[in-house]
């Protein structure tokens, strides 16, 4: 199983961008495809985006479509959560988490569920 740590979060305006990274240290980090949740204060965690183990697919909440793009860099372990134009209901506790996946299941979306979890980065978009 892997172990993720998500970086990458901050205070800014709104209109700006940010860029979390979500990134693990054992090269089965590539079999997995890889997701991430927000949560506000008083609200339910929510799926923002996912991309597929090979980079391949990805998959996004209406909410963010068109704003926030998904990358993901096999050598560095990396995945990259780019968010553009931000609002302040973009405000919130970003969770990168994974899922295992078969070598040849390219499918992006992720379950409920999924097995493997980071500590989370805050994000506060200011107006």
């Known amino acids: 199983q892997v172990h993720l740590v998500e970086s990458g979060g901050g205070l800014v305006q709104a209109g700006d961008s940010l860029r979390l990274s979500c990134q693990a240290s054992e090269r089965s980090f590539r079999s997995y495809a890889v997701g991430w949740f927000r949560q506000s204060p008083g609200k339910e965690r929510e799926f923002v985006a996912s991309?597929?183990?090979?980079?391949?697919?990805?998959n996004f909440a209406d909410s963010v479509k068109g704003r926030f793009t998904l990358s993901r860099d096999h050598d560095k372990k990396t995945v990259y959560l780019q968010m553009n134009s931000l609002k302040p209901e973009d405000t919130a506790l970003y969770y990168c988490a994974a899922t295992l996946r078969d070598p040849f299941d390219t499918r992006a979306t992720m379950p409920s569920h999924p097995e493997v979890w980071g500590q989370g980065t805050q994000v506060t978009v200011s107006s």
């Open positions: 991309i597929s183990n090979s980079g391949g697919s990805t």
